[in-house]
């Protein structure tokens, strides 16, 4: 007997059910106005009707190799009919394998992961294990960070998401950011390294277990650190005994055109955490790298903390095969050819529009930052906030099919890994039309 489905659903149909009984993320529930999606190939999503949409933000800077490749599916589709799942105290090849991998990949001395469901548990493991190796409590982050949505990545967070969820984890204390809310450029190395240092004394070094960072801003700007930054902090947390814990959750896996973000500065930091590239979020994953010492530590004590989904066998097929899939296509190499593209694509906006007031991007991880004047710099948007400008342009994406992330003042320009220069250009040509909106706000126009 043959397999029968029934007659898949409208667009209107699965837009009024998912609203009618499941809840969305960051959203006000009666506000919320989702896009139907019924499959995707390469870097385009196609509605139920038939819509094609460029997905030029790998939907939340997470799907790297692109939407369908067939060798992750099939990668799923074998594990899963030969063990879909063992609790994390047994071992399977695909944990050996992956754990060996991951090894060859990772900065300097980091030879041992810890596999979680996805970035904000990598965060939470990371404050675990953190604080059990140092004995400390305390750990420092910045304002201009988002780290995930429970309870310790919000704590955290710096961003406004944060206040309502606080009450969060005690312990949690802020150094300042490179780059300021409403300037063009980041501070100078040495003031933001000098207030970096001024917290640690003034907290006490003997009390805090960690420095979090995002190696490269993600959410929050795609704030690409000056040279010299990520050196110093690694320097100051040797110099007190801290651990420096990088957030490569969004910037790993290719995204800046290496397979960490911080590879770019050479450094190794003591934990790393790590997700959404890792399976190309074709299914949940996460993980903590640690350092050999760290690692060692743990042989002779015990480690308090657990995921019953921890070591999924499925997901980590599937970290495997997307593994190989950056490796075959390289695609690592052509988030490095196409940064300078894409780059030239940022000036040339910004020389045509008035709007647009800053530009940045490290292989494919990019924005434009739109504002009312260039000289004084004023964002398009205030602090936290939104404008007409900025929403007409959000629908303009949605009516031309364009995804991508607008937040703040700011459009983000971070598609699939597998793009190609084509492709690149199209996405753009929709940008080109719609800062049309945007210029239209500009201070005199």
């Known amino acids: 007997m043959g397999i029968t489905t029934a007659p898949g659903m409208t667009a209107e149909e699965i837009?009024?059910?998912?609203?009618?009984?499941?809840?969305?993320?960051?959203?006000?529930?009666?506000a919320v106005d989702p896009i139907p999606i019924d499959h995707a190939e390469g870097v385009y999503l196609y509605t139920p009707d038939g819509k094609r949409i460029l997905d030029f933000n790998s939907q939340l800077m997470s799907?790297?190799?692109?939407?369908?490749?067939?060798?992750?599916?099939?990668?799923?589709?074998?594990?899963?009919?030969?063990?879909?799942?063992?609790?994390?105290?047994?071992?399977?090849?695909?944990?050996?394998?992956?754990?060996?991998?991951?090894?060859?990949?990772?900065?300097?001395?980091?030879?041992?992961?810890?596999?979680?469901?996805?970035?904000?548990?990598?965060i939470e493991n990371a404050i675990k294990i953190a604080r059990h190796y140092t004995g400390r409590h305390k750990v420092l982050a910045r304002y201009r960070a988002y780290h995930g949505a429970t309870m310790g990545a919000m704590t955290l967070t710096g961003d406004p998401r944060r206040w309502a969820n606080e009450p969060g984890l005690v312990g949690v204390v802020r150094y300042p950011d490179t780059h300021r809310w409403g300037e063009k450029e980041p501070r100078p190395v040495e003031e933001s390294l000098r207030g970096?240092?001024?917290?640690?004394?003034?907290?006490?070094?003997?009390?805090?277990?960690?420095?979090?960072?995002?190696?490269?801003v993600g959410t929050n700007g795609i704030l690409i650190p000056p040279d010299g930054y990520i050196r110093g902090v690694r320097d100051l947390c040797d110099k007190y005994g801290i651990l420096m814990v990088a957030d490569e959750v969004m910037a790993g896996f290719g995204r800046t055109g290496r397979w960490?973000?911080?590879?770019?500065?050479?450094?190794?930091?003591?934990?790393?955490?790590?997700?959404?590239?890792?399976?190309?979020?074709?299914?949940?994953?996460?993980?903590?790298?640690?350092?050999?010492?760290?690692?060692?530590?743990?042989?002779?004590?015990?480690?308090?903390?657990?995921?019953?989904?921890?070591?999924?066998?499925?997901?980590?097929?599937?970290?495997?095969?997307?593994?190989?899939?950056?490796?075959?296509?390289?695609?690592?190499?052509?988030?490095?050819?196409?940064?300078?593209?894409?780059?030239?694509?940022?000036?040339?906006?910004?020389?045509?529009h008035p709007s647009v007031g800053a530009h940045r991007n490290l292989g494919l991880f990019g924005i434009l930052d739109l504002v009312r004047s260039r000289d004084p710099f004023v964002p398009m948007t205030p602090f936290n906030g939104t404008s007409d400008e900025m929403k007409a342009i959000g629908a303009f994406f949605r009516d031309a099919g364009l995804y991508t992330m607008i937040a703040n003042n700011s459009i983000h320009t971070n598609p699939p890994l597998s793009i190609t220069e084509e492709q690149l250009d199209e996405g753009f040509a929709i940008i080109d039309r719609a800062l049309d909106i945007a210029d239209r706000g500009v201070a005199g126009a």
């Open 63 to 122: 799907v790297n190799i692109g939407h369908g490749n067939r060798r992750v599916v099939d990668a799923i589709t074998e594990q899963a009919l030969k063990l879909q799942y063992v609790q994390p105290a047994f071992v399977t090849e695909p944990r050996a394998r992956l754990g060996q991998k991951l090894a060859e990949i990772l900065p300097g001395d980091m030879d041992k992961v810890f596999f979680t469901l996805g970035g904000a548990e990598a």
């Open 260 to 352: 960490f973000a911080i590879d770019h500065w050479d450094v190794t930091p003591d934990l790393m955490t790590m997700a959404k590239g890792l399976t190309s979020s074709y299914l949940p994953l996460g993980a903590v790298a640690m350092r050999h010492h760290i690692a060692e530590k743990f042989d002779s004590m015990m480690y308090f903390g657990g995921l019953t989904y921890s070591s999924h066998p499925v997901s980590l097929a599937a970290a495997l095969a997307t593994i190989e899939v950056y490796e075959d296509e390289r695609l690592i190499e052509n988030a490095a050819r196409l940064g300078p593209v894409m780059r030239r694509h940022h000036e040339a906006l910004f020389a045509r």
């Open 15 to 30: 837009v009024r059910l998912s609203r009618q009984h499941t809840f969305f993320s960051w959203s006000v529930q009666g």
């Open 196 to 216: 970096l240092e001024d917290v640690i004394v003034y907290e006490g070094p003997h009390t805090i277990a960690a420095v979090f960072l995002e190696t490269i």
